[in-house]
């Protein structure tokens, strides 16, 4: 590599220490995540190339690993290190959870719209809730299909006790859908919150998402868990 290709790595890598990525375009943050896969070679054609190829920076990121090695330039090493930074950053999110208040609807929902990005398959997820209604755990129980998920209730049983929780949450998403819940989402929440009350186990709310928009089984009169 020549001493242009070595001072500009050098420079991207300052500006970043610097001052973030404030002010880097989408191949600039794409190109310097790869100066760490691809020691040897210019990355900057390649970061072109690939958010040409998939749309966006972020598209890059959510592509599937299979779909990734087919690239000219992306090898195994390559390729894990792209989804790698995803899940760390999807880990992170995760962890932050613990003991986040439950203040409104609308504050679990966006914060559960942050677990569902990128996701193009339905995902259950089961929040639980102390008698203060901090969340104490969040975890994916399920995931399905793009349109549909099958989900057990004795498994949800099962991970309410483990937690000891006296209020859950339930929250799923519509990848391609409206954030709308169906009839048997309805049925469903309804059957569990029976079983749950044998319990003294609370149902708080059943929230679907779509994108950036939500739906409140309690605040459409949907749930009675009382």
């Given at each position: 590599?020549?001493?242009?290709?070595?001072?500009?790595?050098a420079r991207?890598?300052?500006?970043?220490n610097?001052?973030?990525?404030?002010?880097?375009?989408?191949?600039?943050?794409?190109?310097?995540?790869?100066?760490?896969?691809?020691?040897?070679?210019?990355?900057?054609?390649?970061?072109?190339?690939?958010?040409?190829?998939?749309?966006?920076?972020?598209?890059?990121?959510d592509?599937?690993?299979?779909?990734?090695?087919?690239?000219?330039?992306?090898?195994?090493?390559?390729?894990?290190?792209?989804?790698?930074?995803?899940?760390?950053?999807?880990?992170?999110?995760?962890?932050?959870?613990?003991?986040?208040?439950?203040k409104?609807?609308?504050?679990?929902?966006?914060?559960?719209?942050?677990?569902?990005?990128?996701?193009?398959?339905?995902?259950?997820?089961v929040?639980?809730?102390?008698?203060?209604?901090?969340?104490?755990?969040?975890?994916?129980?399920?995931?399905?299909?793009?349109?549909?998920?099958?989900?057990?209730?004795?498994?949800?049983?099962?991970?309410?006790l483990?937690?000891e929780?006296?209020?859950v949450?339930?929250?799923?998403?519509?990848?391609?859908?409206?954030?709308?819940?169906?009839?048997?989402?309805?049925?469903?929440?309804?059957?569990?919150?029976?079983?749950?009350?044998?319990?003294?186990?609370?149902?708080?709310?059943?929230?679907?998402?779509s994108?950036?928009?939500?739906?409140?089984?309690?605040?459409?009169?949907?749930l009675?868990?009382?």
């Amino acid at each position: 590599m020549d001493n242009l290709h070595k001072g500009h790595r050098a420079r991207l890598k300052q500006r970043f220490n610097n001052h973030g990525l404030e002010g880097f375009a989408e191949h600039e943050v794409l190109e310097l995540l790869l100066f760490f896969a691809i020691p040897q070679k210019d990355t900057n054609e390649l970061a072109h190339k690939l958010i040409k190829k998939f749309g966006s920076l972020i598209n890059v990121l959510d592509a599937p690993f299979a779909l990734l090695t087919k690239e000219n330039g992306i090898g195994d090493s390559v390729a894990t290190l792209i989804k790698l930074t995803v899940a760390i950053h999807r880990y992170c999110k995760s962890q932050q959870s613990n003991k986040r208040p439950f203040k409104s609807t609308k504050n679990i929902a966006e914060f559960m719209m942050s677990k569902f990005e990128g996701q193009n398959k339905e995902q259950f997820y089961v929040l639980c809730l102390d008698s203060c209604l901090n969340v104490t755990a969040v975890d994916s129980l399920f995931v399905g299909e793009v349109n549909t998920v099958n989900v057990s209730w004795r498994r949800i049983v099962q991970y309410v006790l483990a937690n000891e929780t006296p209020n859950v949450l339930l929250c799923h998403n519509h990848p391609t859908g409206l954030a709308i819940p169906s009839s048997n989402d309805v049925f469903f929440t309804q059957h569990l919150c029976d079983i749950l009350k044998l319990l003294n186990v609370r149902i708080k709310d059943h929230i679907i998402i779509s994108g950036r928009e939500y739906a409140s089984m309690k605040e459409m009169g949907l749930l009675v868990s009382e």
